[in-house]
């Protein structure tokens, strides 16, 4: 029997550590910038669909505040013990975010007002679209080789930010020039499925397993390519 790697060497691991830390605060930097512009803009424009985006940006906050709790500890054995608690806050944040965008689509869909044409909206989504992919998968490959289930699911929530980014920009601008208010809400309805199921994965602690830490490593037959146990999904 081949045994597999124990996880990251404890310099390796450090340097990991410090990378999520710088990911996680330029998440919520941006994200709170990013949720006082769209809910000014919002507002102004009648924009339900920006100030549900802008409110999303807040529960953003929430969960990569969490996951930076969480590395804050110096200790590796502490921020373990911390995994769990920040993984319910992260699945909490994705229940909340479904809420919102369910209530949010339904509302536009039974026509409670038509918003205005908002430039500002669409700049915002257009770059939040290309800026929060880049966040995402850069904590995500750290979260896998650290073997840190929180931070691979905040990196989910903020990939699914992208969806969320790209579901606003093609709203704003087919309400703009189009006129079709309804595709905004129709596509968001599919992201708030979307984000039920991320949560319910968050919840259970599945998604990416964790780095084996034991002399018992899982066997090459229990593992997959990436050296993962079988039924987990971190490739």
Not at 15 to 37: F, H, M, P
Not at 101 to 111: E, K, M, P, W
Not at 217 to 230: F, I, L, Q, Y
């Amino acid at each position: 029997m081949t045994a597999l790697p124990l996880g990251p060497a404890p310099v390796r691991r450090d340097q990991l550590t410090r990378r999520i830390r710088l990911l996680v605060t330029a998440t919520i930097t941006y994200n709170v910038v990013e949720a006082i512009v769209a809910i000014a803009a919002g507002t102004l424009a009648s924009s339900t669909a920006l100030i549900g985006f802008g409110l999303d940006s807040v529960i953003e906050v929430s969960s990569a505040a969490a996951v930076a709790w969480q590395f804050s500890a110096a200790d590796h054995a502490v921020r373990e013990a911390r995994e769990k608690t920040t993984l319910r806050i992260i699945a909490v944040s994705f229940f909340a975010l479904a809420a919102y965008v369910t209530v949010d689509a339904v509302r536009a869909l039974t026509g409670t007002g038509e918003a205005d044409r908002s430039i500002p909206g669409i700049v915002l989504a257009a770059l939040s679209l290309l800026v929060m992919p880049f966040l995402s998968a850069a904590q995500r490959r750290a979260g896998r080789e650290l073997g840190s289930l929180s931070a691979v699911a905040d990196s989910r929530q903020t990939l699914l930010c992208t969806y969320l980014s790209a579901v606003l920009l093609a709203g704003l601008v087919l309400n703009a020039t189009l006129g079709w208010s309804w595709a905004d809400p129709v596509a968001a309805l599919v992201i708030a499925v979307i984000a039920v199921k991320e949560g319910r994965d968050a919840w259970q602690g599945k998604g990416c397993c964790a780095t084996p830490t034991s002399a018992t490593a899982p066997s090459v037959a229990e593992a997959d390519g990436c050296g993962c146990r079988a039924g987990c999904d971190c490739c």
